[in-house]
């Protein structure tokens, strides 16, 4: 009978572990995609104008360019 608990409280402990272990750094795929947008910067040397093109992926990392005129950063 003591082996047979102890048994069944070693599995229980080692499942509890393994199920607390698991972790997910992704995000929810609503969120993935590629997102555009535009911003206007006033300097004292005038107005900027760029575009932003951002893609979101599945886990969780982000890529993105900043274009103004012809070049890219």
């Keep these: 009978m003591k ?3 102890k048994t ?4 229980i402990m080692i ?5 607390c272990s698991k972790q997910n750094y992704g995000i929810d795929s ?3 995609g590629t997102y555009k ?3 206007s910067v006033n300097t004292s040397s005038g107005t ?5 093109v951002f893609t979101v992926n599945s ?3 982000v890529k ?3 274009y103004n005129n012809s070049k890219t950063y």
């Design 3 to 5: 082996t047979i608990l």
């Design 8 to 11: 069944i409280i070693i599995t």
């Design 15 to 19: 499942c509890a572990f393994m199920s």
């Design 30 to 32: 609503k969120y993935a």
């Design 37 to 39: 947008g535009n911003a």
């Design 48 to 52: 900027i104008e760029c575009e932003g």
């Design 59 to 61: 886990d969780g990392s």
């Design 64 to 66: 993105g360019n900043i």
